[in-house]
């Protein structure tokens, strides 16, 4: 997958854990705890991720490499398609495969893709999360067919509890094997993507439940400047005028609130002062439109 890293230990384990689920069940929360740091965005909003991004945690024994993946749901769209086929595509270097599923929920396979995570070649894990939810003693609603998964963990991803046993459990299970990338990259993206995520989860956080899906966001410009601030701009793609006009609000203040909000994380990430720009605009209906989805990368081309 990428230039590889000799390591002189023969003991030292690698490969690729893809964390696969519906969406909304703690996919992106529970990387981001295993890496230590934000490389997902998250959000109560279902179908947040729209990417496969992968964090990476490298120790001395071991270099986990996780994949976090969109939700998996049956499509009803265009976007729905691109997100399932990209949540797929996680699967295929995966050596092993962690399906988070809602400790709540009796049924967590959405149509047609059980077969998909039981056919992948990677060792498969049951991960019930948000243990948190369900009153002290109870049991995981799902019952699991035997056979399914190697093992089966229970835990919080959001308070911590039960994280380290399961992640001890993945580094026993990844291949012997170099380390992939430098010990100190945490994720496969760059600061312009993940400022663009930044400001998307902002968004999600400011809209109520519709709006977020016809959110799209591109940093548009990304400059340092002789002051020793980092000009950014970033455009807030919607699909409707009247999204248009939510998303900015009443004189402006919906979009300041983003900008308030997204910024610090920003210059947390890049580690310089920030000036951030905010644009919206309207691109009719784009997650229905094939050219649009090219333009915004979500539809991609497979092999
Ligand atoms: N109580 C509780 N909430 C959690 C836990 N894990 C995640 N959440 C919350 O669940 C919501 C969804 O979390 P995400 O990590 O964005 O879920 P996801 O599976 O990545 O969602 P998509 O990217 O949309 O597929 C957020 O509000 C999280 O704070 C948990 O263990 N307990
Ligand atoms: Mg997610």
Known sequence: ??????TCNPEHRSGYIAVMGKPNVGKSTLMNRLIGAKVSIVSDKPQTTRDCILGILSEEQYQAVFVDTPGLMQ????LN?????????GLRDADLVLHLVDARDASPFPEGVREAIQGAHARKFLIYNKMDLLPAGAQPAYRVPAGEYEREFSISALDGSGVEAMLDAIVA????GPRYYDEDI???RDERFL???IVREKAYHAMGQELPYSIAVETDEFKDRANGKTF?????????????????????????????????????????????????????????????LKRLG???LRK
């Open 1 to 6: 997958m990428n230039d590889f890293l000799e």
């Open 75 to 78: 499509p009803r769209d265009k």
């Open 81 to 89: 398609q691109c997100l399932l086929d990209e949540a797929l595509d």
């Open 173 to 176: 299970a990844l291949p012997l």
């Open 186 to 188: 945490l994720s496969d």
């Open 195 to 197: 400022t663009a995520e």
């Open 232 to 292: 950014i701009r970033c455009i807030l793609y919607v699909e409707r005028e009247s999204q248009k006009g939510m998303l900015i609000g009443k004189g402006g203040a919906a979009l300041k609130d983003i900008g308030r909000e997204a910024r610090p994380e920003i210059e947390e990430l890049i580690g310089r002062p920030v000036y951030l720009e905010l644009w919206v605009k309207v691109r009719k209906n784009w997650t229905k439109k094939d050219h649009e």
């Open 298 to 300: 979500y539809l991609k």
